[in-house]
């Protein structure tokens, strides 16, 4: 029993339309208040542009976009959410950062088939934590080769 330990899996909690989705905090780099996007042109249309983060010039996809859900307007709880994607740093806009929490590794459990408007593709697993759903984003499943490439190039 003494080595039966389960293994809490901390994540940040975001919000896109009425779901609550869930990153593992070491792929966070930070989370930061919408800032002036420079667009690029001839990207696909869930990449919003580019940022100067610190010095650093990272792309900024719209997961609403990216997800297949409808786009709206900013506002004050509006999110992006840096991330660390294949060696490079991607900024992704959420409608909400919730909280930061330690998932029991016990309340998490594979994709169902289909989870509302998201491709199971994108999906690590699902977290029942009360009367929470949170659906767990497998980051690098996201962005295509091909996308994370294309935002190689963006980058510059």
């Known amino acids: 029993m003494a080595n039966e330990t389960l293994i809490d899996k901390k994540v940040?909690?975001?919000?896109l339309k009425d779901e609550e989705y869930a990153v593992s905090v070491q792929q966070v780099?930070?989370?930061?208040r919408i800032v002036p996007i420079t667009r690029v042109p001839q990207t696909a249309n869930f990449v919003k542009g580019v940022i100067n983060m610190r010095g650093v010039v990272t792309p900024v996809i719209d997961?609403?976009?990216r997800f297949g859900m409808e786009?709206?307007?900013f506002s004050d709880s509006t999110r992006i959410i840096i991330?660390?994607?294949d060696e490079m740093e991607v900024g992704l806009i959420?409608?909400?950062a919730n909280d930061v929490i330690d998932i029991p590794e016990s309340a998490i459990e594979p994709a169902p088939e289909v989870v509302g408007t998201v491709d199971?593709?994108?999906?690590e697993g699902v977290a029942k934590l009360d009367s929470r759903l949170?659906?767990?984003l497998n980051l690098q499943r996201v962005l295509s080769n091909e996308e994370i490439n294309e935002l190689k190039s963006v980058e510059g």
Do not use: H, P
Request: no cysteine.
């Open 12 to 15: 940040i909690v975001f919000q």
């Open 29 to 32: 780099g930070s989370i930061e």
């Open 63 to 65: 997961l609403r976009v």
């Open 71 to 73: 786009e709206t307007e």
């Open 83 to 85: 991330v660390y994607m």
């Open 94 to 96: 959420v409608d909400a």
């Open 120 to 123: 199971v593709d994108y999906i």
């Open 134 to 136: 949170l659906i767990l």
